[in-house]
């Protein structure tokens, strides 16, 4: 099931969340203000979420996923 990034008014709330279809307005609206993704893992979510903002580097999920996979593979073990 693909990851979303849900955003708050001014983008102040950041939530990482699931769901099987995209979401809309109906669907989600309530919720966010507006919606990033779909991101096919946890790991790219949870990088836009939390290194995405204002970040030059990670304009896209794309961006994420290849960020989130190099900063894993650099921690030590």
Sequence with gaps: MPAWLG???AG????VFTSAEEP???SHGH???AVIGPFPTLRG???MRDHGRGNPHCYTVA???RL???STSKEPK
């Design 7 to 9: 955003l708050g008014l």
């Design 12 to 15: 102040v709330k950041r939530e």
């Design 24 to 26: 809309t307005t109906e």
């Design 31 to 33: 919720l966010y203000h």
């Design 45 to 47: 979510a949870r990088f």
């Design 63 to 65: 961006d994420a996923e």
């Design 68 to 70: 989130a996979r190099s």
